[in-house]
């Protein structure tokens, strides 16, 4: 016993003297700016789950996710923010200093900091969650990880149309449309894309991540030359009737044997009836891409033009209008998954799952055009577990 007390008598002793030996070093090592500075919110400050669950279910604040990396988020986040890049994504946040804010991570500690960082920039009225997204979840309350919406939107399947390639790959290729030698090497072809082409068969018009660079091609060749109510009625046809060739769509196709406007307009490659054109008017007028600004009634780009083939194939197909619709979603999905994922991220956001959306609202102006994709890609900010980039208009 008694030796055992000398021994931490001496183990204090020698403590001692080291760290006054050493305290310069610790000193700078307690203010190194590697640590950093511990922020404990007031009272005041500091939101319970449930006080955080009566005030989102009459939300009135800018509510904020800072925890790094990716963890899950609430339902009815606005924002996801690194915790300690607060002052670098400014302009993300409200401009009015005097707007309320919520902020959270996964325990409360990243939000702290995060919280200390708006007070010095002049934010005044900032809370957090106490305990974070752990005391949350501990109160019953349910997290969302939106990271598997990745696999929702772009599913590792793809998307696959009731509709085979048949004969016309061949049949784009010996009218024209398709150079074959320019398109193989403007695309790198697989075995079973050469045989699309050169001698068709029952392969499912199937598009997912590898192909589809190729399905916009194809697509795109495809709505170019069949007969379209929509290039005689729509601006095309009207407008533009004398500029046809001047948009990305026409101009814009390289691949065919002389000048695409030779085969716009031209050829009944999809059978339709009267009435079926009518109904690929009608669905066209509302389904816009994220590249443009106008609807596949107008497609003026080589996406309008290969959804405008979409449709036609699925009319042909007596598909219903709910139908169609959905497949031209998982097919704009591909060809723009940044955007697509930017609001599934928004309605999930909103307690909306992603196979639950009214695929018509989506791929309407609101969502789908040009200016609805950056007005709903500033509302949800960056996206916290993905970082996709999309299509182009060019062949």
Sequence with gaps: MKISLFLIFSGLIWLGFWLGLNVGKISSFVRSPRLPAIYLPSAGENMTPKQLQEALSNKNFTFINVHTPYEGEI????????????????????QDKNTAIVL??????????????????????????????????????????????????????????????????????????????????ATKLTDEQKKILSQGGEMPIKIDNSNSHFV???LWALGLAQKSLVYDEGPLGKEYKNKAGNFASTGGWTLAKGTATNYLNKFDLIPLTGDQQKKVGEIAKNIYRPCCGNPTWFPDCNHGMAALAVIELLVSQNLS??????YILGFNSFWFPDNYLTAATYFARQGTKWDQVDAKRVLSAEFSSAKGASEVAKKVGPLPYANISGGSCGA
């Excluded at 606005?78 to 993300?92: C, G, S």
């Excluded at 997290?143 to 998307?159: H, I, N, R």
């Excluded at 209008?321 to 959905?326: D, L, N, Q, V, W």
């Design 321 to 326: 209008e709910s139908e169609i619709y959905k």
């Design 216 to 218: 916009v091609n194809v």
């Design 104 to 185: 959270y991570c996964k325990t409360g500690n990243m939000s702290g900091q995060a919280l200390s960082t708006l007070k010095k920039m002049g934010y005044t009225n900032v809370r957090h969650l106490a305990g974070g997204m752990d005391s949350w979840q501990k109160n019953g309350q349910a997290v969302l990880d939106l990271s598997k919406l990745t696999e929702q939107v772009l599913p590792k399947d793809g998307v696959t149309l009731p509709v085979n390639w048949g004969g016309l790959g061949p049949k784009l290729v010996a009218a024209g449309v398709i150079d074959l030698d320019k398109f193989t090497k």
């Design 75 to 94: 339902a009815k986040t606005d924002l996801f923010i690194n915790f300690d890049e607060m002052q670098a994504n400014e302009k993300l946040l409200p």
